[in-house]
């Protein structure tokens, strides 16, 4: 996308979080945060940018978003179903009771992968996230 096309799409988001969430500049950041793991716009790529204009469309906001909706399946570079499901079983085994919401997994994913959400990380991330909590499991193992 050029530079024009990414300004225009700034201003959609802003223009559609304003209609949501009026001058609540915290709840906004907050909730696109949420959303896509970054708290100010500019710090997306286009297709994220892009994907957050789409979601506030869906929220309420009467937007026109220029580019086409995202379609579903897997995002290359999210952690695949199989890594959640091998987090969130490496969780309960520590007896982290909530599973991906536990916040003690959150700390060691925040530490591990610098991401406040194993949805935010990368499919490298989800590895990493992985093999620290097999170490872990197998260090308190041989104690």
């Known amino acids: ?20 969430w009026g001058d609540d500049e915290e709840m906004r950041r907050s909730i696109q945060e949420i959303h896509t793991g970054h708290r100010s716009c500019t710090a997306m790529d286009d297709k ?6 789409w979601k506030l469309k869906e929220m309420g906001a009467d937007i026109y978003v220029p580019d086409p909706a995202p379609r579903g399946g ?16 490496l969780a309960f085994e520590r007896g982290w009771e909530d599973g991906l919401n536990d916040g003690r997994l959150r700390g060691f994913i925040k530490r591990t992968a610098g991401v406040d959400d194993v ?3 990368s499919r490298k991330q989800a590895t990493d996230i992985i093999s620290g909590l097999r170490r ?8």
């Open 1 to 20: 996308m050029n530079k024009t096309g990414r300004g225009r799409l700034l201003f959609i988001a802003h223009k559609g979080a304003k209609q949501l």
């Open 48 to 53: 994220v940018l892009t994907r957050w204009c």
């Open 74 to 89: 897997q995002d290359l570079t999210k952690p695949t179903t199989r890594q959640l499901a091998q987090i969130e079983q």
């Open 119 to 121: 949805t935010f990380a």
């Open 136 to 143: 872990w499991k197998k260090q308190e193992e041989s104690k």
